[in-house]
């Protein structure tokens, strides 16, 4: 575990489990938003700042989470990679894994890049939240979306591209500041699941008033 100072935060008493979490920036959002968080990845992630499992996510237990979280990777479906290489030669996980997560019972969240063949109950970028950043990821949920409106995106001049030769702004702007540049590569701003994280909690408590 990382020995970084965690921001301030009010613990909500419920527990996410972040699949393929990377070095963490989405479970950043989940803490900030009141979550325990517990991540897991196949990969050493000596940065990520919670309690970590090396692991795999389509095996890893589900008990005990009051919801879950899957970035399964992206590679099959970016534009990206077409352009690199071939999408082929990246398996698709994230079809077995949304099985999984709709078999278990449990609350759940996907994000994934927007070409991915994802429900997009919130589409979110970092110019919506006052970032500096250029950075749309898809969201599916268990509860099909809803709750609070976000601005549009606004792509305005000065807004960040990301560029390899300017990684280190860049995850400095996403508020991934505990990443080096090589993590940062695959982050997304904590800010995204913050928000997301809190419009599970105002649905949760609404169905339960």
């Known amino acids: ?12 008493g419920l527990r996410v489990l ?31 700042p919670f309690t970590f499992h090396q692991a795999d996510a389509l095996t890893f237990p589900l008990d005990g989470f009051d919801l879950v979280h899957a970035s399964w990777p992206c590679q099959h479906f970016a534009r ?7 999408q082929d ?10 099985d999984r997560l709709q078999a278990s019972g449990i609350p759940w969240v996907i994000e994934n890049v927007p070409e991915a063949p994802l429900r ?12 500096r950043v250029r950075r749309h990821r898809s969201f599916e949920t268990s509860w099909g979306g809803g709750g609070d409106l976000v601005p549009p ?18 995850a400095d702007a996403m508020g991934c500041t505990w990443m080096n540049n090589l993590e940062a590569r695959q982050a997304v701003p904590p800010a995204y699941t913050q928000w997301i ?7 949760e408590r609404s169905a339960a008033a």
Not at 21 to 37: E, I, Q, T
Not at 120 to 131: A, E, I, R, T, V
Request: glycine share 14%; with cysteine; net charge positive.
């Open 1 to 12: 575990m990382s020995a970084m100072v965690l921001p301030f935060r009010r613990p909500n």
């Open 153 to 170: 995106c606004w792509h305005h001049k000065g807004l960040l591209a990301f560029e390899h030769k300017g990684e280190r702004a860049y």
């Open 80 to 86: 990206v990679t077409a352009w690199r290489g071939s």
């Open 89 to 98: 030669d990246h398996p698709d996980l994230l079809t077995p894994g949304r």
């Open 120 to 131: 997009p109950d919130y589409l979110l970028c970092g110019s919506q939240f006052g970032l």
């Open 18 to 48: 972040d699949l393929c979490c990377g070095a963490g920036g989405l479970s950043m959002g989940y803490y900030l938003a009141g979550f325990d968080v517990v991540g897991v990845d196949n990969r050493p992630q000596p940065r990520y």
């Open 197 to 203: 994280g809190q419009q599970f909690l105002t649905l």
